[in-house]
């Protein structure tokens, strides 16, 4: 019965167009896809040139960047935590307890899972058209510009499962950003929140919106992936 | 396409898989015009002494030299045309595979268009320009690979199985292009393992057989002296399975 009043509530809160829940969840949202953003800029050429480009000590790499994928956030959070307080390397840029903070550590966790799924997409691109690069002696740019091309795909369910990852996560934003009402809490650490607290109305509001991005997301990975499998 | 005659030329060209010689030794020289054959059973290593040729892979030694007229430094790869076996068909529309080998070779767009529509009008895939090339069948794939190897203009083309998974309509429409070409002057080295085929189509135009076996290249024979009295034991036996 209490369960019913707070999905009722909750309805009525996301209807109402209630003001500190949209706060929460537009920044989650400016949070996540600028974190996302940066990560792409480094992870979509860093895979690309690790799948177009042998070097002493590749392989380690590539396998060390597929490791990077399973960081634990809250080690990610503590890390950053460490980096940016006002005792850190980085304190006098006072970024704890900032969107900003969070931002970094997001990047941290997101860049090598776009680096990771483009370096696998794009490798096997690579080898499908090797003989046709071989045989017109196209330069290393060209052919990873070539790829990126061909394999915009896969780049975008990379950009997506990243993002759907970034979502989703709650440890190193907590630790990093504070939680701090209005100006660092996003979906995931308010719902802990107010969780918590027992008021599971926002909660479940949070909650819905959540699950409704996260399924959107996946949905379009899914129907842009059938696209590209459908070849053979 | 005749002006600029360019010979194609291996020497010594050995290649090493897991210390054992796939090709081994091979002088070979491709220059004059016609359909000449390189024949030999599966695993012969012709495929591999194509690779070479068509400078897809390096030879662990020997030297492969393209010389002659119109051999542009740089674009030089793109004057050997190659057709593999499974083609390569880039995710792109059947247009665009061809625009791609084209930009590459920098030509410019009003030439690119004109050239593919040519192409693609003689493989008879001008209907299908703006369909992706990978739904295309594997014999038009093959034939997209065909346009896509005579847009460049190549001064050779190497040929390697390019019709053995088709079937007979796409493998005949395929061997009536590259004769036609061939009978303009254009060398054109015919890699198969299919006697039959070989009597049919190569030869032509003065062209002569290379048979491979176990990586070594016996001297090359005309057609019909291969036929009728093979140079070496082992082309002897190869032919002595397709009378049975
Ligand atoms: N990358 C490779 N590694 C190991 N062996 C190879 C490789 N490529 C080809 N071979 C072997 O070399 C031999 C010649 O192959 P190939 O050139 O494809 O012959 P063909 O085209 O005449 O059938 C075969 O025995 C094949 O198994
Ligand atoms: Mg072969």
New interface residues.
Partial sequence: METLIAIKQAFGLLLSGDSALFTIIFLSLKVNLTAVGYAALLGFPMGALLATTRFYGHTMLVGLVNALMGLPPVVVGLAVYMMISRSGPLGVLDLLYTPTAMIIAQVILVTPIITALTRAALAR?DK?????F?????APM?RML?LIR??WVELLTALLAGLGRAMAEVGAVMIVGGNINHFTRVMTTSITLETSRGALSVALALGGVLLVLTLLINLVVVVVGRREQD?? | MAEARLILEGRGLCLHRQSRAIVDRVDIRIDAGGISGLVGANGAGKTSLVSLLAGLIAPDSGVRRITGAGCVEGAGEARIGLMMQKPVIMRRSVYGNCDYVLKALGVEKAVRRARIADGLALVRLDQRARDDARLLSAGEQQRLALAQMLIAEPAVLLCDEATSSLDPPSRRLIEKIVADKAATGLPVLWVTHNLAQLKRFGGRGGGRVFFMHQGRLAPPQDIEAFFTAPASKEARAFLAYERI
């Fill in positions: 691109i499908d058209y090797t003989p046709l071989r045989m017109l002696g196209i060209r070539t061909d394999g070849d053979g």
